[in-house]
């Protein structure tokens, strides 16, 4: 939340801050509770894999993660305490910002944010002011039974004036055969290889992964600047500026030219296919030499197959306006998204991961009349 007000630790907000240069601090207003699930959460293991621009498996960069399934949902308590000389006024405007950044979906929590985890939706808020007048009544503020009215209207409504801190596109696609991002089957009678899923029983879909789509695009306009006579020193600045980078703040630091260590300018969400149906094959290696079967190469794989997406990008905004260049080099690459060039995925060497357009490409929710549209 600090992150998202824009304010370092020795700026004054509401959670306090420290300036040693000014032998001055202050302590924090705001005190929040831990997030706990009301309801029963579903974890899953995600298999992940880092690839070249070849799309092949680098050697020692596999890795498994454990995960919190959708729908999950759990509250946590926020107190704000308004002392003297305190101005409330400022003090309910940064709240209202930071509502507001939970409702936009651009705060969102742990790891690997950028790349579609983390997103809460707020289904309410419910608060009560306490004064010298019902003091008595704050020792039952936070008992999971206490009533506190509804106040979601007040708080979530735009009168804090916030103006929204990403450039977002919605490029609607359909897949128009089948899609397979594996992760290891783990049950009895259970295919070696199933797709990623999301959700439980019949509510269970098909997903694609941020980092799907996001290593597809990154190393698609790495092909693109190089195609267009760009230096590879040009092109690593261009592209860590737009995706980030963790690279030595020395090496790339102050009068470097180089960016220093930096998050992610383009968070990428994560792709629900809607109508997309299993298929499960049983699928064996052939020997080239002797056009037979190869021993020990026969598995079972479960991939989905057709169905409708929306893959939604964000491009955070920048003082100087560099979104818009930023989206200038993206079009060209969700174009070929759209044409069927550029598949997301495993396997789209035998048809896999490959996509059409399925309605025009939106922006900031407004239909894009360009030549990418």
């Known amino acids: 939340m600090r992150a998202y007000l824009g304010r370092e630790g020795n700026e004054k907000c509401i959670f306090g801050f420290v300036d040693p240069g000014q032998n001055r601090g202050e302590m924090s207003s705001v005190f929040v509770s831990d997030f706990v699930f009301t309801t029963q959460p ?4 995600r298999d992940g894999v880092a690839l070249s621009a070849q799309k092949t498996a680098l050697t020692g960069a596999k890795f498994d993660m454990e ?41 969102r929590l742990g790891a690997k944010k950028t790349r579609g985890y983390g ?28 009533k506190l009215p509804d106040i979601t ?17 919605e490029v609607p ?21 199933v797709h990623v899923t999301s959700g439980q029983g019949s509510e269970k879909r098909a997903v694609i992964p941020g980092p799907s789509f ?13 195609e267009l006579g760009e230096c590879a020193a040009d092109i690593g600045r261009t592209l860590d500026g737009m995706w980030g980078c963790v690279k030595a703040e020395q090496n790339h630091g102050p009068g470097s030219g180089q960016p220093a260590a930096h998050r992610f300018c383009i968070v990428i ?30 598995f079972k794989e479960r991939s989905y197959v057709g169905g409708t997406t929306t893959l939604t990008i964000r491009i955070r905004r920048q003082e100087q306006g560099q979104e818009r260049e930023m989206l200038g080099l993206l079009l060209p690459v969700l174009q070929d998204i ?5 598949p997301a995925g495993g396997q789209s060497a035998v048809g896999r991961g490959i996509f059409e357009g399925n309605g025009r490409i939106r922006i900031d929710g407004e239909e894009w009349e360009g030549e990418y549209a």
């Open 269 to 298: 969400d994560e792709c629900i296919l809607e109508d997309s149906l299993p298929l499960t094959m049983v699928r064996n290696g052939i020997s080239r030499f002797e056009s037979s079967a190869r021993d020990g190469a026969l």
């Open 173 to 193: 696609l359909r897949l128009t055969g089948g899609i397979s991002i594996r992760q290891y089957g783990a049950r009895k009678k259970e295919p070696d290889f």
């Open 338 to 342: 759209r044409n069927g060039y550029l």
């Open 67 to 107: 995960v919190i399934d959708t729908e999950a949902e759990g509250a946590f308590y926020l107190e704000l305490v308004v002392r003297e000389k305190d101005s409330e006024e400022e003090m309910h405007r940064q709240l209202k910002r930071i509502f507001y950044g939970f409702g936009s979906h651009e705060i």
């Open 119 to 146: 997103e809460l939706e707020v289904l309410s808020i419910k608060g009560r002011d306490y004064t010298a007048e019902n003091i008595l009544e704050y020792g039952g503020a936070w008992e999971p039974q206490a």
């Open 153 to 169: 209207h007040e708080w979530m409504g735009q009168e804090c004036g916030q103006r929204p801190g990403y450039l977002t596109v």
């Open 42 to 45: 579903v974890s899953r293991i």
């Open 214 to 226: 996001a290593e597809a695009i990154r190393h698609r306009m790495r092909d693109m600047l190089t």
